[in-house]
Protein backbone atom coordinates (compact mmCIF):
# COMPACT_ATOMS: atom_id res chain seq x y z
CA UNK A 1 0.00 0.00 0.00
CA UNK A 2 1.19 3.32 -1.03
CA UNK A 3 -0.74 6.29 1.01
CA UNK A 4 -3.80 5.81 3.09
CA UNK A 5 -6.90 6.66 1.17
CA UNK A 6 -7.67 9.84 3.09
CA UNK A 7 -4.43 11.10 2.05
CA UNK A 8 -5.16 10.09 -1.65
CA UNK A 9 -8.17 11.71 -1.84
CA UNK A 10 -6.79 15.36 0.24
CA UNK A 11 -4.04 15.23 -2.36
CA UNK A 12 -5.96 15.06 -5.59
CA UNK A 13 -5.34 18.42 -7.61
CA UNK A 14 -7.62 21.00 -7.59
CA UNK A 15 -7.00 22.77 -10.61
CA UNK A 16 -3.88 21.47 -12.75
CA UNK A 17 -4.35 20.22 -16.59
CA UNK A 18 -5.91 17.13 -15.88
CA UNK A 19 -8.91 19.18 -14.27
CA UNK A 20 -8.99 21.87 -17.00
CA UNK A 21 -9.22 18.92 -19.56
CA UNK A 22 -11.88 17.18 -17.98
CA UNK A 23 -13.79 20.25 -17.73
CA UNK A 24 -13.52 20.83 -21.31
CA UNK A 25 -16.04 17.54 -21.55
CA UNK A 26 -18.40 18.96 -19.62
CA UNK A 27 -20.63 20.09 -22.54
CA UNK A 28 -21.25 16.20 -22.91
CA UNK A 29 -22.43 15.89 -19.91
CA UNK A 30 -23.34 19.10 -17.78
CA UNK A 31 -22.75 19.09 -14.36
CA UNK A 32 -22.54 15.21 -14.29
CA UNK A 33 -18.90 15.95 -12.79
CA UNK A 34 -17.52 18.05 -10.05
CA UNK A 35 -13.48 17.77 -8.98
CA UNK A 36 -14.06 16.91 -5.03
CA UNK A 37 -11.10 16.86 -3.16
CA UNK A 38 -10.26 16.42 0.00
CA UNK A 39 -11.45 13.07 2.26
CA UNK A 40 -13.95 15.21 4.60
CA UNK A 41 -15.48 16.92 1.78
CA UNK A 42 -16.09 14.01 -0.28
CA UNK A 43 -17.92 12.29 2.89
CA UNK A 44 -20.27 15.56 3.04
CA UNK A 45 -20.70 15.32 -0.21
CA UNK A 46 -21.50 11.95 -1.02
CA UNK A 47 -23.80 11.23 2.43
CA UNK A 48 -24.59 15.45 2.51
CA UNK A 49 -24.16 14.35 6.37
CA UNK A 50 -23.06 17.12 8.62
CA UNK A 51 -22.39 15.95 12.10
CA UNK A 52 -18.52 15.80 13.06
CA UNK A 53 -18.82 12.56 14.86
CA UNK A 54 -20.86 10.50 11.87
CA UNK A 55 -18.50 11.79 9.85
CA UNK A 56 -15.61 10.66 12.09
CA UNK A 57 -16.80 7.44 12.22
CA UNK A 58 -17.58 7.25 8.28
CA UNK A 59 -14.32 8.07 7.91
CA UNK A 60 -12.25 5.92 10.17
CA UNK A 61 -14.71 2.41 8.66
CA UNK A 62 -13.96 3.71 4.78
CA UNK A 63 -10.13 3.48 6.06
CA UNK A 64 -10.49 0.51 7.52
CA UNK A 65 -12.74 -1.32 4.69
CA UNK A 66 -9.48 0.29 2.16
CA UNK A 67 -6.59 -1.01 4.42
CA UNK A 68 -8.26 -4.24 4.50
CA UNK A 69 -6.24 -6.63 2.20
CA UNK A 70 -9.23 -9.06 1.26
CA UNK A 71 -11.02 -6.31 -0.24
CA UNK A 72 -9.71 -5.27 -4.14
CA UNK A 73 -10.03 -1.83 -3.23
CA UNK A 74 -6.08 -1.73 -3.03
CA UNK A 75 -5.73 -3.44 -6.39
CA UNK A 76 -8.64 -1.01 -8.17
CA UNK A 77 -6.18 1.68 -7.11
CA UNK A 78 -3.13 0.09 -8.26
CA UNK A 79 -5.10 -0.51 -11.37
CA UNK A 80 -5.74 2.94 -12.14
CA UNK A 81 -2.34 3.98 -11.06
CA UNK A 82 -0.60 1.68 -13.38
CA UNK A 83 -2.63 2.42 -16.92
CA UNK A 84 -1.60 6.13 -16.56
CA UNK A 85 1.75 5.40 -15.32
CA UNK A 86 3.48 4.68 -19.15
CA UNK A 87 1.50 7.35 -21.01
CA UNK A 88 4.26 10.09 -20.55
CA UNK A 89 6.38 7.26 -22.56
CA UNK A 90 3.34 6.47 -24.76
CA UNK A 91 3.42 10.34 -25.75
CA UNK A 92 6.53 10.86 -26.31
CA UNK A 93 7.16 7.28 -28.38
CA UNK A 94 3.93 9.12 -30.66
CA UNK A 95 5.58 12.88 -30.82
CA UNK A 96 9.29 10.88 -31.49
CA UNK A 97 6.95 9.20 -34.64
CA UNK A 98 5.74 12.21 -35.90
CA UNK A 99 8.77 14.10 -35.58
CA UNK A 100 10.89 11.19 -37.91
CA UNK A 101 7.88 11.86 -40.65
CA UNK A 102 8.62 15.80 -40.62
CA UNK A 103 12.62 15.63 -40.22
CA UNK A 104 14.56 13.66 -42.10
CA UNK A 105 17.53 12.76 -40.15
CA UNK A 106 14.97 12.03 -36.99
CA UNK A 107 14.01 9.21 -39.82
CA UNK A 108 15.71 6.17 -38.16
CA UNK A 109 13.34 7.11 -34.93
CA UNK A 110 10.39 5.61 -37.11
CA UNK A 111 11.90 1.75 -37.01
CA UNK A 112 11.96 1.94 -32.84
CA UNK A 113 9.03 3.48 -31.92
CA UNK A 114 5.69 2.41 -32.16
CA UNK A 115 3.06 3.62 -34.83
CA UNK A 116 0.79 6.20 -33.19
CA UNK A 117 -2.88 4.34 -34.54
CA UNK A 118 -0.83 1.06 -32.64
CA UNK A 119 0.03 2.50 -29.64
CA UNK A 120 -3.10 4.45 -29.31
CA UNK A 121 -5.37 1.33 -29.89
CA UNK A 122 -3.46 -0.54 -27.43
CA UNK A 123 -3.76 2.14 -24.89
CA UNK A 124 -7.43 2.35 -25.53
CA UNK A 125 -8.25 -1.50 -25.40
CA UNK A 126 -6.18 -1.79 -22.00
CA UNK A 127 -7.81 1.52 -20.50
CA UNK A 128 -11.28 -0.48 -21.42
CA UNK A 129 -10.25 -3.44 -19.11
CA UNK A 130 -8.61 -1.73 -16.59
CA UNK A 131 -12.02 0.00 -16.15
CA UNK A 132 -13.59 -3.69 -16.44
CA UNK A 133 -11.15 -4.99 -13.96
CA UNK A 134 -11.16 -2.38 -11.56
CA UNK A 135 -15.04 -2.74 -11.72
CA UNK A 136 -14.99 -6.59 -10.43
CA UNK A 137 -12.40 -5.27 -7.70
CA UNK A 138 -14.48 -2.69 -6.11
CA UNK A 139 -17.46 -4.93 -5.97
CA UNK A 140 -16.03 -8.12 -5.02
CA UNK A 141 -16.75 -10.62 -8.22
CA UNK A 142 -14.48 -12.54 -10.97
CA UNK A 143 -12.32 -10.50 -13.19
CA UNK A 144 -13.69 -12.11 -16.35
CA UNK A 145 -17.53 -10.95 -15.20
CA UNK A 146 -17.64 -8.87 -18.81
CA UNK A 147 -21.67 -8.98 -18.62
CA UNK A 148 -21.91 -7.59 -15.01
CA UNK A 149 -19.85 -4.64 -16.25
CA UNK A 150 -21.74 -3.79 -19.58
CA UNK A 151 -24.62 -4.09 -17.47
CA UNK A 152 -23.35 -1.34 -14.92
CA UNK A 153 -22.38 0.92 -17.85
CA UNK A 154 -26.16 2.03 -17.82
CA UNK A 155 -25.65 3.43 -13.73
CA UNK A 156 -22.29 5.39 -14.21
CA UNK A 157 -22.70 8.80 -13.10
CA UNK A 158 -20.49 11.50 -11.59
CA UNK A 159 -16.68 10.88 -11.90
CA UNK A 160 -16.72 7.36 -13.32
CA UNK A 161 -19.13 8.75 -16.23
CA UNK A 162 -16.42 11.30 -16.89
CA UNK A 163 -13.51 8.82 -17.03
CA UNK A 164 -15.56 7.02 -20.03
CA UNK A 165 -15.97 10.09 -21.66
CA UNK A 166 -12.82 10.86 -21.51
CA UNK A 167 -11.99 7.31 -22.56
CA UNK A 168 -14.09 7.86 -25.84
CA UNK A 169 -12.96 11.52 -26.51
CA UNK A 170 -9.33 11.82 -25.39
CA UNK A 171 -8.57 8.48 -26.36
CA UNK A 172 -10.66 7.14 -29.28
CA UNK A 173 -12.28 10.49 -31.30
CA UNK A 174 -8.91 12.20 -30.87
CA UNK A 175 -6.13 9.84 -31.72
CA UNK A 176 -8.23 7.21 -33.50
CA UNK A 177 -10.89 9.66 -35.28
CA UNK A 178 -14.77 9.54 -35.48
CA UNK A 179 -14.79 6.31 -36.75
CA UNK A 180 -12.41 5.11 -33.77
CA UNK A 181 -14.39 1.82 -32.80
CA UNK A 182 -14.11 0.50 -36.13
CA UNK A 183 -10.21 1.46 -36.40
CA UNK A 184 -9.76 -0.09 -32.79
CA UNK A 185 -11.13 -3.37 -33.59
CA UNK A 186 -9.04 -4.03 -36.76
CA UNK A 187 -6.05 -2.94 -35.15
CA UNK A 188 -6.93 -5.36 -32.46
CA UNK A 189 -7.79 -7.90 -34.67
CA UNK A 190 -4.27 -7.38 -36.57
CA UNK A 191 -2.40 -7.43 -33.49
CA UNK A 192 -0.01 -9.89 -32.21
CA UNK A 193 0.79 -11.36 -28.60
CA UNK A 194 4.62 -9.77 -29.17
CA UNK A 195 2.23 -6.36 -29.60
CA UNK A 196 0.94 -6.45 -26.09
CA UNK A 197 4.18 -8.57 -24.39
CA UNK A 198 6.29 -4.83 -25.31
CA UNK A 199 4.01 -2.42 -23.93
CA UNK A 200 5.10 -1.39 -20.37
CA UNK A 201 0.95 -0.94 -18.88
CA UNK A 202 0.08 -4.52 -20.30
CA UNK A 203 3.48 -6.36 -18.73
CA UNK A 204 2.46 -4.61 -15.09
CA UNK A 205 -1.02 -6.08 -15.37
CA UNK A 206 -0.93 -9.24 -17.20
CA UNK A 207 -1.47 -11.62 -14.14
CA UNK A 208 -4.79 -9.71 -13.45
CA UNK A 209 -5.76 -10.20 -17.00
CA UNK A 210 -7.49 -13.56 -17.81
CA UNK A 211 -6.58 -15.83 -20.52
CA UNK A 212 -3.79 -17.99 -19.09
CA UNK A 213 -1.15 -17.09 -22.10
CA UNK A 214 -0.69 -13.80 -23.71
CA UNK A 215 -2.80 -15.09 -26.47
CA UNK A 216 -5.49 -16.07 -24.63
CA UNK A 217 -5.35 -12.31 -22.96
CA UNK A 218 -5.35 -10.60 -25.88
CA UNK A 219 -8.60 -12.54 -26.76
CA UNK A 220 -10.20 -11.30 -23.26
CA UNK A 221 -8.68 -7.69 -24.14
CA UNK A 222 -10.77 -8.12 -28.01
CA UNK A 223 -13.48 -9.66 -26.10
CA UNK A 224 -14.12 -6.58 -23.20
CA UNK A 225 -13.49 -3.86 -26.40
CA UNK A 226 -16.18 -5.36 -28.56
CA UNK A 227 -18.66 -5.75 -25.52
CA UNK A 228 -18.72 -2.27 -24.66
CA UNK A 229 -18.29 -0.91 -28.46
CA UNK A 230 -22.02 -0.48 -28.53
CA UNK A 231 -22.59 1.41 -25.50
CA UNK A 232 -19.51 3.48 -26.72
CA UNK A 233 -21.11 4.02 -30.02
CA UNK A 234 -24.02 4.87 -28.97
CA UNK A 235 -23.34 7.21 -26.28
CA UNK A 236 -20.83 9.03 -29.17
CA UNK A 237 -23.71 9.06 -31.04
CA UNK A 238 -26.23 10.12 -28.71
CA UNK A 239 -24.34 13.31 -27.81
CA UNK A 240 -23.68 14.37 -31.03
CA UNK A 241 -19.55 13.86 -30.26
CA UNK A 242 -16.69 14.82 -33.24
CA UNK A 243 -13.19 15.20 -32.76
CA UNK A 244 -13.48 18.48 -33.92
CA UNK A 245 -16.33 19.46 -31.13
CA UNK A 246 -13.83 17.89 -28.63
CA UNK A 247 -10.94 19.63 -30.03
CA UNK A 248 -12.69 22.67 -30.18
CA UNK A 249 -13.89 22.50 -26.59
CA UNK A 250 -9.65 22.00 -25.31
CA UNK A 251 -8.52 24.94 -27.12
CA UNK A 252 -10.38 27.02 -24.25
CA UNK A 253 -7.77 26.24 -21.93
CA UNK A 254 -4.48 24.78 -23.94
CA UNK A 255 -3.26 26.04 -27.14
CA UNK A 256 -3.52 23.72 -29.44
CA UNK A 257 -3.65 23.51 -33.47
CA UNK A 258 -7.17 22.01 -34.48
CA UNK A 259 -5.75 19.99 -37.09
CA UNK A 260 -3.02 18.53 -34.84
CA UNK A 261 -5.09 15.48 -33.40
CA UNK A 262 -2.17 12.92 -32.92
CA UNK A 263 0.27 15.88 -31.26
CA UNK A 264 -2.61 16.89 -29.58
CA UNK A 265 -3.29 13.28 -28.15
CA UNK A 266 0.37 12.18 -27.40
CA UNK A 267 -0.07 15.70 -25.50
CA UNK A 268 -2.82 14.71 -23.55
CA UNK A 269 -0.72 11.39 -22.67
CA UNK A 270 1.92 13.09 -21.38
CA UNK A 271 0.23 15.56 -19.36
CA UNK A 272 -2.62 14.37 -17.98
CA UNK A 273 -3.63 11.03 -15.59
CA UNK A 274 -7.42 11.51 -15.57
CA UNK A 275 -7.72 7.70 -15.14
CA UNK A 276 -5.67 7.70 -12.01
CA UNK A 277 -7.82 11.10 -10.75
CA UNK A 278 -11.68 9.94 -10.88
CA UNK A 279 -10.35 6.57 -10.08
CA UNK A 280 -9.47 8.10 -6.52
CA UNK A 281 -12.71 9.53 -6.13
CA UNK A 282 -14.54 6.28 -7.64
CA UNK A 283 -12.77 4.63 -5.39
CA UNK A 284 -13.37 7.34 -2.16
CA UNK A 285 -16.71 7.63 -3.18
CA UNK A 286 -17.56 3.63 -2.99
CA UNK A 287 -15.81 3.62 0.01
CA UNK A 288 -18.20 5.95 1.72
CA UNK A 289 -21.19 4.71 0.50
CA UNK A 290 -20.39 1.33 1.75
CA UNK A 291 -19.36 2.79 5.18
CA UNK A 292 -21.94 4.83 5.57
CA UNK A 293 -24.49 1.77 5.08
CA UNK A 294 -22.22 -0.44 7.78
CA UNK A 295 -22.29 2.05 10.98
Given at each position: ?????????????????????????????????????????????????????????????????????????????????????????????????????????????????????????????????????????????????????????????????????????FDGLIPLGPDFILKAQSNLNQAQPSDFQQNPVFKQMESLIPGGNTAGKLGFIGESFSSISGWMGNFAASKGLTPQNVMANLQTVVEVSADKFDYVAGFLDMSTNYYYHTGVQTLARRLIERASAEI
Amino acid sequence: MSKPIFQLVDELPTNNLTVKALHTLDFVIPGEWQNIVGFTNTIKAVTGETDEDLIQQIGERAIWLYNDKSQGYQRALWLYETVNSAGGTLGAAAMANKISQDIGFLGFLGNITPKPEKAQTIDLSLKVVTELLAFCQINGIPGDSIGDFVMSLGDYGGESLMRMVALICFDGLIPLGPDFILKAQSNLNQAQPSDFQQNPVFKQMESLIPGGNTAGKLGFIGESFSSISGWMGNFAASKGLTPQNVMANLQTVVEVSADKFDYVAGFLDMSTNYYYHTGVQTLARRLIERASAEI
